[in-house]
């Protein structure tokens, strides 16, 4: 009898989550780590809506509570949504969810059948493409193009929409790559959904990142375009624009009353409720004037750490970076640096249980050998990504910080020697559970380091995997 259910092999992850072990490793072992990889703002939440959460706790506001979403908390969501969109959704249309990312496999769980096809874009947040299979919907991905600033063309979805078509997933400002679409898009886009699409099939907009928007420009939303709000999904939350990542607060707005309350029977079944005092605070967030100027002062922040960074960036040999029009990544494509480093050939070379992709192989170098930690495209969707090579730098850190992730980047795009030495050792591929062994013993021995003693385990734990047999390996590894 097996452990564990066959669903299981069918979900995927979120690597920005997945690299911490790594880093947490090579800072061990080396150094401290200038961390790219994370996608979430390094500023602090707000004072009035830190004060408001204390005084939340300080009311012993602290029990069960609507798991629908605190009635006054969707109030204020939908008069933001309403105003900010010309929409007339009501708050029995509204649901509180722990963060932005629950909504997303509850809306495949919701609607989707097995054999369901989910459109969603690639690159994008993975955990569009993470769920479908778990729920045995078929993946569909919309490959955004980096010629076309990493948006799409209506006939690229109309090529998609097929009678099994019960999902669509936009973003914009996009998680990986910062697109943006403008309101031709947006419409052509709706028109193509419209004529194409039964009723039925709902369009999950992701606007988490609405307020992180440059070069003045005005955030649109699909639900705009006249017959979409009846269509449309807008999903939302306070992670990003309140730099409030671990409040975990979102929520989504949804076309009718009664397909919000099978979303709410889904929280009753799974968490309950949303902790109110965090919820009182983000009422606090949507209606205290205070939050607009702390929001402009962060956009603003990020907006001119991405007008120097892209032009750094662009200044690698083998790298081009497209303009982000918002979020906070950059999604630099590193062919030329994979061609010059000799990658892709290096790549093909490798056994089959050390190949991933060359610009992983590149991450991974990048981490162990020059303590920059970035994310690669398949940690974007996997599906259609191979030949791709592209990195996501978060640019949440501070201006010095990332120039020295910058410079890091570049002497790793040129450091062939460092590189072979990589590929011949491969630290990232030694199972955690070695590296915890050799930690401990090197630390019981006085006058040894661990450090050193642990760089000379690259090469023979590198050796040690060829005797075991490969199942084995991969299972000490994911273990
Ligand atoms: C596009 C997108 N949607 C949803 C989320 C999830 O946000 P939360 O942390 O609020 O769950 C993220 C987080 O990175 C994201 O980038």
Redesign the pocket.
Known sequence: MNLFAERNSRIETENAFKVGPHIVRVEQQKCAVIKLNL?EPDFSVPQHIKAEIKRQLDLDNTHYCDPKGLLSLRQAICYQINETRGLKTNPEQVVVFP???PS?GLAQQVYCEPGDEVIYPSPG?PIYESFIRYVRAIPVPLHLEESANFTFSPEQLENLITPRTKLIYL?FPS?PTGGVAGKALLEATAKVILERCHPNVRVYS?E??ENIIFDAQQYRSISSVPEMEERTIIAG?F?KTYAW?GGRI?YAVFPTVKEADVFKTLNINYFSCVPPYNQEAAKEALENPLSKAAVKKMVETFEARRNLIWLKINEIPGITCQKPGGAFYLFPNISGVCENLGLIEKHQRLSKEQQSSPDYIFQMFALYEHQVAVLDRKSFGQIGADGKYFLRLSIAADQAVLEEGVRRLKAASEDLSGLDKFLKERPDLIPAWIFAWFRMRAASFSGFSACSTLEKLHNFTYRLDQFLEPPLVRQVASS
């Open positions: 996608g963060g932005g990312k997303i947040f973003n998680n992701d988490i990142y939350g992670s990542t979102g």
